[in-house]
């Protein structure tokens, strides 16, 4: 099975390295870069394959990924920025004053964490210091996420009741889908963090409060905003995309290209057909797969 899961998840990512122009790149799935790879539940492992294509995750530096280990708060406001902003506006970021007490202006994380806090994103421990490397746990991710699309500008994650309002907010617009084993005050998984951001990424649309409705809107009907409410932090700053079918042929036999069928008809000659350079060489043939890639970035 999970030869199998790997199989599917290399035209999954392969699909996004190439388009990020990565000159010279072999089709081969950004994940199976890290030598622990083997070591990612089944359950993670297309958000983490999204996650390490786009960019957003890098590892640990060592060629590792430690996909059971833990993220720190301060590895933690890395990845909502580059979320947020993509990873090259956000490695230009810089601070010349510490935000914290404990988050000097030269601390690695010091530009990631002011940034977040300018955005009402990240809250400090206390009113003077950040805990920049406690260990990140699940209700604290949860409400990260949330207030990075728009949630939380009523303070409603705030004072005694916070974690309660994140679950019940969390919980509504899927953060926890797939594993809801981290929704806790608990120290989060770093492969339980990448799939709930991978959730947010791609499923939950941007929002801002409206004073008229009393709730948080993702769009006015009948109306374009300059804001990109209604979409995710996948397609407004990713472009990211994703295509469900079967494959109908692959490199693996033969074919130029990976061939899937989005339509039902089965047959490399429909004009719907979503064509991916994978250069896959494992027979492919009628296997359900979802595949993400940057807009612009098909074969066809």
């Known amino acids: 099975m999970r030869t199998l899961k790997k199989t599917l998840s290399l035209v999954l990512v392969v699909a996004m390295v190439l388009g990020l122009c990565v000159v010279g790149a072999s089709a081969k799935n950004a994940v199976e870069d890290f030598t622990d790879a083997d070591k990612i539940g ?17 590892g640990m530096g060592d060629g ?14 890395k990845i909502i920025t580059y979320m947020l902003i993509g990873e090259k506006a956000a490695e230009s970021l810089v601070c010349t004053t ?10 690695w994380a010091a530009g990631y964490i002011a ?24 209700f604290q991710w949860a409400k990260m996420l949330l207030c990075a699309v728009g949630f939380g500008s009523q303070g409603e994650f705030t004072g005694n009741s916070w974690s309660l309002n994140t679950a019940k907010v969390a919980h509504l617009v899927g953060v926890f889908t797939g594993d809801l084993a981290g ?23 941007q929002v801002t409060y409206s004073p008229n409705v009393s709730g ?85």
């Open 42 to 58: 089944d359950a993670y492992y297309e958000a983490v394959g999204v996650m390490t294509g786009i960019g957003v995750i890098k």
């Open 216 to 300: 948080y809107i993702e769009g006015i009907w009948g109306y374009v905003t300059v804001t990109p409410l209604g979409q995710t932090l996948g397609q407004s700053i990713y472009s990211l995309t994703s295509k469900t079918g079967v494959i109908v042929d692959n490199e693996g036999m033969g074919a130029s290209v990976t061939y899937l069928d989005t339509t039902g008809k089965y047959s490399t000659a429909d004009a719907d057909l979503v064509k991916i350079a994978a250069n896959t060489t494992v027979n492919q043939m009628y296997h359900a797969a979802r595949i993400w890639y940057v807009a612009g970035t098909k074969a066809n």
């Open 183 to 205: 929704a806790d005050h608990v120290a989060l998984q770093r492969q339980q963090a990448m799939l709930y951001a991978f959730n947010v990424l791609t499923t939950v649309p």
């Open 64 to 77: 590792t990924l430690s996909p059971t280990g833990y993220y720190t708060r301060a590895q933690a406001a």
């Open 98 to 107: 510490a935000p914290f007490e404990d988050v000097a202006a030269n601390h």
């Open 115 to 138: 940034f977040c806090v300018e955005q009402g994103i990240i809250n400090g421990m206390s009113a003077t210091t950040f805990e920049p490397e406690g260990q990140l746990t699940g």
